[in-house]
C-alpha cells in the first residue's frame, strides 16, 4: 500500500479566459471559445486543442499560458514549510519551535489563538475558523455550524444488543462462557481464550470483548462501562519508586536511576538510549496540525522544542477498514491490522528526535489503547486514550518491525480540535 505523507499540500487554482477574435459558419461573432476543450466530431484532433494547435499525447492545455504542456504533479513528502513543490509552488510542510504554517505565506508563523469568548456556534473566531459555542445540552455541528441536541448512549448494565435510546444497540453483558459480538451485537459462545494482560481499561481482550484493564493513577476500571473512573481513595506516590504501591491497589509511575524512566505499562525503570519519553501522560489539546492530502486527513502535533523535537502523528487513510465507504465518526479500537504501519488505516504514531528535514531517529507504533472520532469533516476533533507504543523500524514497503530494546511509550490522554487544512 503505497503511502504519500505529507503535513499539508500546496494548491494553486489557475483561471483564464480566452474570447474569439473573428465569427465563424458555425458560431456569431463575440462567441466565447474555451481554450483546452475537447472538439467536436468534425474536427480530426484526437487530444485537447490549445490556442488552435492539437496538443501531443500525454498533454493538456494550459489555461493561464495557452501553451500545451505536461502536467506536473507537486511534491511535498516530510517537506519544509514554503519549499519548491517542484511545480512553480511552495509546500504547506514541517516547521520547528512550536510554530505553524501559514496557508497564505506559507511560512512558519506564531500559531494564531481562537477567539470564542461569548460567540456561538459559527461565529469566526478571528483564526479563519469558527467557534462552537452552544447552550447547555446541545453541541455545534461542525459540518453544518448549528447547535444540536446530543443524545447521551445508556448502557450501563444493559444487555448485549439493546437499545440504547440513541437509535444504536449496546455492546453489554452476556451469560458466562460467552461474549458480545461487536458487529451482530449477539452473545456468542467464547471460542479464544481472553488476554487482558498489561491492557488498558477498555482494551480489546482479543476474543471479541473489553478488558477491565488498567487505569491512570487516580482512576479505576468500572466493570459495567469499562471506562475509567476517578477514584475515592487518593493515591500517594510522594518519593515512591517506580512500580510501587499507590495505596489504591494501583501502582507508581516514581522514580528511577538519573538514566533511566519508568515505563507506565510495566512499571520497570528502563534505559535512556529511547528517544521518546517512556510517559508522556496526558498531553494538552491540539488546535493546529490538521491536512488533508489526497485520500487522508494527517494530525502532526508538537511534543516539545529544540533542535531535534518530538511529534505524535494521527493518519486516517480512506477507502480501507472502517474508513472503506469514507471518514467516519465513531470509537476506534486500536487493535489487529491497525497496530501494523503497512495495514493500518487508523494509524498512530511517534517522531522521535526529528532533524530539520522532518527525518526522525526513532519511530514509535502504537500497540494498542483508543482512538475516537467525533468530526472528520472542517475541523478533526476527537480525542486518544491509554495509547501505548514501542520502537520499531519501517522498511520501504511500510512495514513495521519492533526493534525490541525496550524503547516504549505511553499517552493517557490527548484530544484533539483541530480545522483541516487542504
Known amino acids: 500500500m503505497t503511502r504519500h505523507l505529507s503535513i499539508g499540500l500546496a494548491l494553486s487554482l489557475l483561471l483564464a479566459f480566452g474570447c474569439g477574435d473573428n465569427a465563424t459558419d458555425d458560431a456569431d ?3 466565447i471559445q474555451d481554450a483546452g476543450t475537447k472538439p467536436d466530431a468534425a474536427s480530426t484532433c484526437a487530444t485537447e486543442i490549445c490556442n488552435g494547435v492539437c496538443c501531443p499525447e500525454g498533454q493538456t492545455c494550459d489555461l493561464w499560458t495557452q501553451q500545451c504542456s505536461t502536467p506536473c504533479s507537486p511534491v511535498c513528502a ?21 510554530l505553524v504554517c501559514s496557508t497564505a505565506t506559507m511560512q512558519c508563523v506564531g500559531s494564531c489563538v481562537p477567539d470564542c469568548a461569548g460567540k ?7 483564526c479563519d475558523g469558527r467557534c462552537k459555542g452552544c447552550p447547555d445540552s446541545q453541541t455545534c455541528n461542525t459540518v453544518t455550524f448549528l447547535c444540536e441536541t446530543v443524545c447521551s448512549p445508556a448502557c450501563s448494565a444493559a444487555q448485549c444488543g439493546a437499545d440504547d435510546g440513541c437509535g444504536a444497540r449496546c455492546l453489554g453483558s452476556c451469560p458466562s462462557g460467552q461474549s458480545c459480538n461487536p458487529s451482530t451485537f449477539a452473545c456468542e459462545n467464547n471460542t479464544c481464550t481472553p488476554n487482558c494482560s498489561g491492557k488498558a481499561c477498555g ?23 469499562l471506562v475509567c473512573e476517578n477514584n ?16 489504591c491497589g494501583s501502582r507508581c509511575p516514581g522514580t528511577c536511576p538519573s538514566d533511566q524512566s519508568c515505563n507506565p505499562s510495566t512499571f520497570v525503570c528502563e534505559g535512556s538510549s529511547c528517544a521518546v519519553a517512556a510517559n508522556l501522560g496526558a498531553l494538552p489539546q491540539a488546535t493546529t496540525g490538521a491536512s488533508h492530502p489526497l485520500g487522508a486527513i494527517v494530525l502532526s502535533v508538537p511534543l516539545n522544542t529544540g533542535a531535534l523535537p518530538d511529534y505524535l502523528q494521527l493518519e486516517l487513510y480512506e477507502g480501507m477498514g472502517p474508513f472503506i465507504g469514507g471518514f467516519v465518526t465513531g470509537t476506534f479500537p486500536l487493535t489487529g491490522s491497525e497496530l501494523q504501519y503497512a495495514t493500518c488505516t487508523l494509524c498512530v504514531r511517534l517522531f522521535g528526535d526529528t532533524d530539520s528535514n522532518g527525518a526522525p531517529a526513532q519511530f514509535y507504533m502504537a500497540t494498542g489503547g483508543t482512538v475516537t472520532l467525533s468530526s472528520v469533516s472542517g475541523y478533526l476533533t476527537g480525542s486518544l486514550s491509554g ?25 493517557s490522554s490527548m484530544s484533539f480540535d483541530a480545522y483541516i487544512s487542504q
Open 203 to 225: 482494551a480489546d481482550d482479543g476474543c471479541g470483548a473489553r478488558c477491565p484493564g488498567t487505569c491512570p493513577s487516580g482512576q479505576s476500571c468500572n466493570p459495567s462501562t
Open 387 to 411: 495509547v501505548s507504543f514501542e520502537h520499531v523500524t519501517i522498511d520501504s514497503s511500510y512495514n513495521s518491525t519492533p526493534v525490541g530494546d525496550g524503547c516504549t511509550s505511553y499517552v
Open 120 to 126: 456561538m456556534c459559527g461565529d469566526a473566531d478571528g
Open 29 to 31: 461573432a463575440g462567441t
Open 232 to 247: 475515592t481513595c487518593t493515591p500517594n506516590c510522594s518519593g515512591k519508586a517506580c512500580g510501587a504501591d499507590d495505596g
Open 78 to 98: 516530510n517537506a519544509v514549510c514554503g519549499q519548491s513543490n517542484g511545480c512553480g509552488g511552495r509546500c504547506y510542510g514541517i516547521c520547528e519551535n512550536g
